[in-house]
């Protein structure tokens, strides 16, 4: 294993981007990356011994949000595919912590669960193919998100008043094929098996999206866990595994090869084991995955260890050979 130095600006830092890394794709000069705690995106440019010079977007800039400007997106996917670059909020229900000192005032905000309209998109942006810059985008998102589809889903719409952290639907991962799009969902975990939803989108004009088709579940065995991310990887797809409840590890990495079925049903056995990650206590969650030109796998993590914080004001990924 090697590490490589992300280096992020003094805004970013401010808010915290570096510390809550959630999502990576590799770009034509670099790295585009998101955190999960603000309505941005970054790009990162390899400068010889270090990503940097960083570039910040801001998603309400490209698509319209359903909750504004300002309140965070929960980014918690990217995928760069065809001349686009696609992101995924988690469409996930927040429940709050218990952060108080008194025992009532803590009950009460473990009672409050908190709904974020910005979570709730997948947003489409075409890349300029010479600088690479994100043009105006499509989005599905308000009345057509994805949660909303779920509503009368035998498997999935029992969990969708469920924080995210509570395994309540919590989409974590984004892979882009030439004609589907993959969402790992981090939960519901049902019985032991995660779940993946296959979907193909149309333009519906005016800036939005639409499902092209019903969508299509599939279920992997991840000995429980939940998928954390996603990355595609010839005919297959790189998958993160880790827990979907608030807990450290473990965090794995498998390939798996999508079939076409309606819905499929994928055994352990049926997934290549490619990689166990590290991770720490209370810190160090791996969280976004990417491969790079030379075919090795950077990994970014959420709550980084203090040991991962540089001078400059950077955070360490770690890279793989795979």
Not at 77 to 105: E, F, T
Not at 217 to 238: A, E, I, Q, T
Request: glycine content about 12%.
């Amino acid at each position: 294993m090697e590490q490589v130095e992300l280096r992020f600006d003094q805004a970013s830092r401010a808010s915290q981007t570096h510390t809550n890394l959630s999502a990576i794709r590799q770009s034509a000069a670099g790295l585009w990356v998101a955190g999960d705690e603000t309505a941005t995106f970054e790009h990162l440019t390899w400068t010889g011994d270090h990503f940097g010079a960083q570039r910040t977007f801001q998603l309400a800039g490209y698509i319209d949000l359903p909750a504004g400007p300002v309140d965070e997106a929960d980014i918690e996917g990217l995928a760069r595919a065809d001349g686009h670059l696609w992101l995924v909020g988690s469409h996930s229900l927040k429940r709050k912590k218990a952060k108080s000192k008194d025992p009532a005032k803590a009950a009460e905000r473990l009672a409050t669960v908190i709904r974020e309209e910005n979570r709730f998109i997948l947003a489409r942006l075409p890349l300029d193919p010479v600088t690479e810059l994100p043009g105006p985008g499509t989005v599905l998102s308000g009345p057509e998100n994805i949660a909303a589809h779920l509503g009368g889903d035998p498997h999935l719409a029992p969990f969708l008043a469920l924080p995210g952290k509570d395994n309540g639907l919590d989409i974590e991962g984004i892979a882009v094929t030439p004609d589907r799009v993959y969402l790992g969902l981090r939960g519901p975990v049902l019985r032991g098996w995660a779940v993946v939803l296959e979907l193909r989108l149309e333009e519906a004009g005016k800036g939005r999206l639409r499902l092209r088709e019903p969508y299509r579940k599939h279920f992997l065995d991840l000995g429980g866990l939940g998928v954390r991310d996603l990355c595609p990887d010839g005919d297959g797809l790189l998958v993160l595994a880790g827990p979907t409840m608030d807990l450290d590890g473990p965090v794995r990495l498998v390939r798996w090869r999508p079939g076409r079925g309606r819905h499929s049903v994928v055994a352990e056995g049926e997934l290549d084991k490619v990689l166990e990650l590290p991770y720490g206590v209370r810190c160090d969650h791996p969280e976004g995955v990417a491969l790079l030109g030379d075919g090795r796998l950077i990994v970014v993590y959420d709550s980084p260890s203090p040991a991962r914080i540089t001078p400059a004001g950077g955070v360490l990924a770690d890279v793989f050979t795979i």
